[in-house]
């Protein structure tokens, strides 16, 4: 167990609604990065929040956006839902600087 | 994305066997990483190697790094049942922003 927890663990939605997925960093990490994995692909790097400001994105549109909390957990929102977003979300928590990043058991999200 | 390539896809071994995978990157890295994932559950990093280093073991792990061939291996020796997983790894070229390879999907056969 690494310490990061992540809610909820299943999710369904249908096409167009909003979703809102979060993770609670191991003690002592300020920073958090996301990442989406598709079936049967490796994670993708969404973005990084330290800090409470975003730190680095990956190739992702607006419609993903986060946010960090003073207690340096973290939200992952996602507007107008399609179905290719359907994957599961993974966060990680790190201190800044540090090299390992400690994953949470991620998010399994369809979408219909 | 800017995924790297590994090889192989997947590996069927027995019990005691070694297990070795191989990843392919595409651009300067401040380090690379391994990690596990067990049925598409979160990540276990197992170990780090840096642009400067060439080899790093970690108990039953090995892994090498050549950069000239922009290169790493991970073998996994006297494999158990326990090592059936995914198996990733990750490029690290700016620090914390990882870009992961597709995996090798490894069965251990009792």
Known sequence: ETGVTQSPTHLIKTRGQQVTLRCSSQSGHNTVSWYQQALGQGPQFIFQYYREEENGRGNFPPRFSGLQFPNYSSELNVNALELDDSALYLCASSLYGEETQYFGPGTRLLVL | ?110
Not at chain 2, 15 to 25: D, K, L, Q, R
Not at chain 2, 83 to 93: G, P, Q, R, V
């Open chain 2, 1 to 110: 994305s800017q995924q790297g390539e590994e090889d192989p896809q997947a590996l069927s071994i027995q019990e005691g066997e070694n297990a070795t995978m191989n990843c392919s990157y595409k651009t300067s890295i401040n380090n690379l990483q391994w990690y596990r994932q067990n049925s598409g559950r979160g990540l276990v990093h197992l170990i780090l190697i840096r642009s400067n280093e060439r080899e790093k073991h970690s108990g039953r792990l090995r892994v090498t790094l050549d950069t000239s061939k922009k290169s790493s291996s991970l073998l996994i020796t006297a494999s158990r049942a326990a090592d059936t997983a995914s198996y990733f790894c990750a490029e690290d070229t700016s620090y914390g922003k990882l870009t992961f390879g597709q995996g090798t999907i490894l069965t251990v056969h009792p």
